[in-house]
C-alpha cells in the first residue's frame, strides 16, 4: 500500500502498518524537500502504477486531508488497525481511516472516512464520527457522542454522553465538554466553554 503525505504522522502509519505485517510500496508527498521518512524514499510525482495501489493519507491536519482526498485519482485502503487496538465486531469503520495503538472503539460506533483515532483515546458504544475527523491521544467520547465532519478533539479531553459536536470544531486538550457545541467553536476548559470561531477553508 502507499502513503499520501511524509509527515510525522505518516511515520506513525509505517508502525501501525509494520504492526499487522503489511508492506509500505510508495510515499509520496508534495514538498520536494523531503526524501525519506524512517528510510523510505519519498517520491514526488504519482505515476500510473504507484495508484493501482490503495492508499492512506499520511497527513494529520484535517483540512489537509480532506483536501487530498478530493484531489487524488487512486483508491484508499480500508481502515488500517494498529495490533494493538480494540475494536468492536459491531463497529464501522471508513477508508482510509486510522486507529492507533491501544486506542479502543466499542459497540455499534461508526466512524466514517480518513479520521486518526489516536493512541490511547476510547471511543465508547453508539458514537457517530463523520469523515476527516482527528481524536487526539488518550481522549475519551463517552457513549453517543456524535462528532461533526473535519472536528478536532484535543488529547486527554472528555465528551460526556450523549453530546453533539458540530463541524470543524476545536476542542482543547483536557477539556470536559457538557452540553452540546456548534459548528466551527473552539472550545477549551472544564467545563468547556466557547471561547472563539475557525474560520474554515476546505472547499
Known amino acids: 500500500m ?13 508502525e501501525i502498518i509494520h504492526s499487522f505485517g503489511g508492506s509500505v510500496n510508495y510515499i509520496f508527498d508534495d514538498d520536494p524537500e523531503i526524501e ?18 490503495p492508499t492512506v493519507i499520511g497527513v494529520g491536519n484535517n ?13 484508499f485502503t480500508d481502515a488500517l488497525i494498529h495490533q494493538s487496538a480494540v475494536v468492536s465486531e459491531s463497529a464501522q469503520l471508513g477508508k482510509g481511516s486510522v486507529l492507533m495503538a491501544n486506542s479502543v472503539v466499542n459497540a455499534q460506533s461508526v466512524i466514517k472516512s480518513h479520521c486518526i483515532i489516536n493512541s490511547g483515546s476510547i471511543i465508547e458504544h453508539d458514537n457517530i464520527i463523520d469523515h476527516f475527523v482527528h481524536v487526539s ?15 478536532h478533539i484535543g488529547a486527554g479531553a472528555v465528551i460526556l454522553p450523549g453530546v453533539k459536536i458540530g463541524r470543524w470544531v476545536t476542542v ?4 470536559l465538554i457538557l452540553k452540546d457545541v456548534p459548528d466551527f467553536a473552539v472550545v477549551v476548559g472544564n467545563p468547556g466553554k466557547v471561547i472563539k470561531y475557525n474560520t474554515v477553508n476546505n472547499e
Open 36 to 53: 525519506k521518512v524512517l528510510n523510505y524514499p519519498v517520491f514526488h510525482e504519482i505515476l500510473p502504477e504507484m495508484i493501482k495501489l
Open 2 to 14: 502507499n502513503i499520501y503525505g511524509a509527515s510525522g504522522h505518516a511515520k506513525v502509519l509505517i
Open 172 to 175: 482543547g486538550a483536557g477539556a
Open 63 to 75: 483540512i489537509i486531508r480532506k483536501k487530498i482526498s478530493l484531489k487524488f485519482q487512486g483508491a
Open 137 to 151: 491521544p488518550g481522549a475519551v467520547l463517552t457513549g453517543n457522542v456524535t462528532l461533526g465532519e473535519g472536528t
